[in-house]
């Protein structure tokens, strides 16, 4: 009976400190484990950076890119405006070159810059004879008119322009105030 009730002295060292040694493997084990984990997420965050700062110098490089050849498109459709100024300011140096021709060299130069800054969304603002509009206009003086509304403009000092929709310069006007109630008299 001594033989079945005993427990080898091996086994009893065990119990008595309180860990059996298979579990100590298991523990280093997991450790293991955790620390190739963390290896692991560590390699995919350094890689995850790599790919976001690659990312960003690719988009700056296609940003320069489309920058630069939007500007060699608008430079190559203003060659032509440049050279006609050149043909205008010849013609101006000429002996035998009237006012009229002048004037109507620099009318082309203008219709082919207009043309040219059209093309690429520029679009006047309306402002003669519109009612004002603090969003698209500049008053720059009011004077009273009895024969236009109050607030309505009545010249244009400097055209503004929208481009793709939004401001780019107001329109610089004068607006119609209210009229003068006694126009004979002075003050």
Do not use: W
């Amino acid at each position: 009976m001594s033989e079945t009730n005993e427990q080898p002295d091996e086994t009893r060292d065990e119990s008595a400190q309180g860990e059996p040694a298979v579990e100590s493997p298991v523990h280093e084990q997991e450790f293991a484990r955790l620390r190739d984990e963390r290896d692991n997420l560590e390699q995919q965050l350094q890689r995850t950076l790599a790919d976001t700062a690659n990312m960003r110098r690719r988009q700056k490089q296609e940003m320069d890119e489309s920058r630069r050849r939007a500007l060699e498109g608008l430079t190559q459709e203003l060659l032509p405006v440049l050279d006609t100024f050149s043909m205008a300011l010849s013609a101006a140096d000429n002996d035998t070159a009237d006012a009229k021709s002048i004037v109507e060299g620099v009318k082309m130069v203008r219709t082919l810059l207009a043309g040219v800054l059209e093309r690429h969304g520029l679009v006047e603002i309306p402002a003669a004879g519109q009612p004002f509009d603090p969003l698209r206009h500049e008053a720059v003086a009011v004077e009273p008119d009895a024969n236009v509304p109050e607030g309505q403009v009545l010249r244009v000092l400097q055209t503004g322009y929208l481009l793709g929709g939004r401001v780019v310069r107001h329109s610089r006007v004068v607006v119609a105030g209210p009229a003068d109630p006694n126009p004979n008299q002075e003050n």
